[in-house]
């Protein structure tokens, strides 16, 4: 319901100046029409609304009424759209967790 | 290109507000989470251009056009935004062409109040406001290309 009143309001509320240099960013891109420019903002508000509310319906935190990271490290790693997010949205461990697997993968090495 | 890292950064201001028109009243999202969405979303531009480009090279242009982003979306998997990009693009572009045309009768309406100048007084009132009325209606659509 809510992704649909932005759907339908005609323009963008995200600068398409602030697009456009992002875009340029990109060392292959040369020049970049005006309507490409406007399909582009439109599409990255489209995908911070897609990606927002899919987190918040498969995370936990319905029950707390919150969007948290690890929701959206979730949908990064279980979605198949959202994986090209995965390297900056990385699932947050605990420090001994980590220095554990690391023990267990030395005692794997030696015991090669 | 850039000069400064954060310009590559969308407004967090805008994001939040998009953030929020998408899920339920109430919800509460932590400050994290909107820095990592405001990220992804730059990293979307990037990777969306990045195919829209692959499809302009194949074609052997050096513009990045409409249906090279289209394009792009289909492959990475998005096209549920297909339509609301295509009705979103014709509205754009009707409010590019209405800009244009409320320009145009601004000016007509200006000759016009010129040359009523000469009418007798009664008349001319009436015109004036009826004039106003409408130049009001044009300002609105104006302030709102304008925010774009």
């Known amino acids: 319901m809510e992704e649909k009143v932005a759907t339908n309001s005609k323009n963008v509320s995200l600068p398409m100046s602030r697009v456009r240099l992002i875009m340029k960013s990109s060392p292959d891109v040369s020049c970049i029409n005006q309507d490409a420019l406007f399909l ?33 490290a979730n949908a990064a790693e279980e979605t198949e759209t959202f994986q090209f997010l995965t390297d900056i949205l990385p699932k947050k461990i605990l420090a001994r967790d980590y220095l554990k697997s690391l023990e267990e993968m030395e005692k794997d090495d030696d015991n090669l | 290109m850039a000069e400064r890292p954060e310009d590559l950064n969308l407004p967090n201001a805008v994001i939040t507000r998009i953030i929020k028109e998408a899920l339920p009243d109430g ?13 992804a979303a730059s990293v979307f531009v990037l990777y969306a251009t990045s195919c829209a480009n692959n499809f302009a090279m194949k074609a052997k242009r050096k513009t990045l056009n409409a249906g090279d982003v289209m394009s792009a979306m289909e492959e990475m998997e998005f096209e549920r935004f297909l339509q609301p990009l295509r009705e979103a ?60």
Do not use: C
Request: glycine content about 6%.
């Open chain 2, 89 to 148: 693009l014709e509205a754009y572009k009707k409010g590019q062409k209405g800009k244009k045309e409320a320009s145009e009768q601004k000016r007509k309406d200006k000759e016009k109040k010129n040359s009523t100048d000469e009418n007798d007084k009664s008349r001319d009132e009436e015109e004036d406001e009826h004039m106003d009325d409408e130049q009001e209606g044009e300002n609105e659509g104006e302030e709102e290309d304008v925010e774009n």
């Open chain 1, 40 to 72: 582009t903002t439109k599409a990255t508000e489209l995908f911070v609304q897609h990606l927002a509310l899919s987190s918040y319906k498969n995370g936990s935190g319905k029950d707390t009424n919150t969007l948290s990271y690890s929701n959206l």
């Open chain 2, 27 to 39: 919800v509460n999202v932590s400050k994290e989470a909107r820095r990592a969405i405001s990220q």
